[in-house]
């Protein structure tokens, strides 16, 4: 399935979870990979606050902040 984070679209399995898809961004992004934890702040495009184990569906967007986002 395909999930867009921060407008770049990650392929991932079907199941796969936020943070699935945030590790997907930060691995393409050659990002420092710690500093995906529980505080990380991640929306949805309504922008509701996610959990990292909350399920993704195909085609859906999120947006995760950064230092490199801000």
């Known amino acids: 399935m395909k999930v867009t984070v921060n407008e770049l679209t990650v392929e991932l399995f079907e199941g796969a979870q936020v943070r699935n898809a945030v590790l997907r961004y930060f691995t393409a ?10 505080d990380l702040p ?7 606050t996610l959990d990292l184990n909350a399920p993704l569906r195909n085609e859906q967007c999120i947006t995760v902040q950064t230092e490199e986002s801000l």
Not at 29 to 38: F, G, H, Q, T, V
């Open 42 to 48: 991640v929306k949805d495009a309504y922008g509701h």
């Open 29 to 38: 992004r050659k990002m420092d990979k710690s500093l995906i934890n529980d």
